[in-house]
């Protein structure tokens, strides 16, 4: 028996995990701390970089202490972590500002004057398009980007920027604070869209640098996932309790791992992902991208392997707004008119639970009603910041059963609808495993089942699957399973379900309603949406 240690670091907290690696990868305690997300009114999201830290070092304590494993037992530890952010760190190892999230949005200016100028496609000039495309399948379009956050501190705050040693992403951060070594993965090198994904050329592009303005000095050496960075340095162990040298693997973004958790990772296998957003992706051995449909390969743990990845902005995200907005506040009264106890709901793990099994019963097409998983725009197989969430088609006899189970029900649409998508480009896989918050419902993996007409798997623990791929990297690593592609012979399947064929044709009319919605408003969301962003950006003007 083997003992890995694997770091979940999310936006607003780290999850720490210790699993047993032997037949199978089995979780056998963890720990999660959360830490602080600064928003700032110019549009900056920052976070503390020793609060990322100090989180993992508390959580690994946790985990360890009681038994039943010492640190010297620790033969690894890895990360999968969130992705996209930007930590500048001079020639010690500290960052020279507070680390930027993904979802910082100061860079408008940088990105205009560096791509959004002269004759554009879609938005991008079209040489600076042309030469991305061809050199990485992809080109660094948003304002998001750590590309132009990059930029910003460069241009903003020159006495920061001439500190700058190397540029790391989030974990990246974290194994150079274990190690001393300053790595980066492939998939986050692809991820600042400087990183040249030919065949034979896979690496840093000179062209690219050159291009955008970026120093080559300040970007790190790249790592596989599987790879050992090095062992954790005297003082880091003593800040983890863990041992000095202990082992420490790259690890990968939580849009690389939570595959690698669900076991899909031969070339056509297919994972649906349903926490706060959710995507499709299909394992591919060539890059592909669907403009239309805005479906990319991006680069997986695996050389030579990608992610076919289409991702919807909120998924169940949508369940939590149905749970504070439709179904808190009277599940709220009716518990404190009586004991707990008493009430049906305390059977149930979770308001969860409770919500999903309330809506167990109802019929296909929550009696005609539809709803929209939009809530914060959306990006595939549209993309579109104005397009919004609503319930179409509400009658007198609509109740609030049938509006939760649409939100159900709308959500699976809309992952069918990226499945679908996917099928033109390269063939999708039946069954497909489905992980994530959303797979802890039954009732929700029967709804998904029934939508898309897919043989649907749930592993164990789907939530944790992210901490679960940076197991298996681990184990890759130290030899304990051959190679990626078997990570699946690992990682059971610990229930099915059979889609019901009669319910899949019953959705039939509601799912082809579904599609038509968006095209049918789209003036619509940007006459309202739209035009208020333009007034609000004309008063900021004129002030």
Known sequence: MTYVIAYDVGTTGVKTCLFSVDKTISLLKSAQQGYGLTILPDGGAEQDAEAWWAAMAATTRQVLKDGPVTPEQ???????SQMQGLVLVDQDGVPVRNPMSYMDQRAKAELKAGIAHGLQIAGANVGKLITSLRLTGAVSSSVKDPLWKYKWVEAHEPENFRRVW?????????ILRCTGEAVMTRDSAYATFLYDTRPGHQGWSETLTRMFGVNPAHLPRICEATDAAGGLT???AADLGLCPGTPVFGGGGDATLIGVGAGATRVGDTHIYCGTSGWVITVTDR???????MIAAIVGAQP?????????????????????????????????????????????????DYMTETVRDVPPGSGGVIFTPWLHG?????????????????????????????????TCYHLR?????QEKKLRTSDPVRFVGGGALSDVTCQRLADITGRRVEVVESPQN??????????????????SLDAVGEFIPVSTRYQPDPAKFRAYAPYYAAFKRLYRDNRKSFRLINGLGAKEEALCQKKS
């Open 378 to 410: 959306n990006r595939c197989p549209f993309e579109d910041p104005n397009a919004a969430g609503m319930f179409f088609n509400i009658r007198l006899e609509t109740g609030k059963t049938e509006l939760i189970n649409a939100v159900l029900e709308g």
């Open 304 to 352: 030579g392997r990608f992610n076919y990845f289409a991702e919807m902005e909120t998924a169940g995200k949508c369940l939590e707004w149905v749970k504070d907005h439709l179904a808190l506040d009277e599940i709220g009264i009716y518990l404190s008119k009586q004991d707990v106890a008493e009430s049906q709901e305390a059977v149930y793990t979770s308001l969860y």
């Open 287 to 293: 890059q592909m991208v669907d403009v239309t449909a």
């Open 166 to 174: 190397k540029w790391l992403d989030v974990k990246e951060y974290l």
């Open 465 to 482: 699957v992210g901490a679960v791929g940076a197991a298996a990297v681990i184990a890759v690593g130290l030899g304990l399973i051959p």
């Open 234 to 236: 005297a003082r880091a």
């Open 417 to 421: 609808w990226m499945l679908e998508c």
């Open 74 to 80: 620790v033969a690894g530890i890895s990360f999968c």
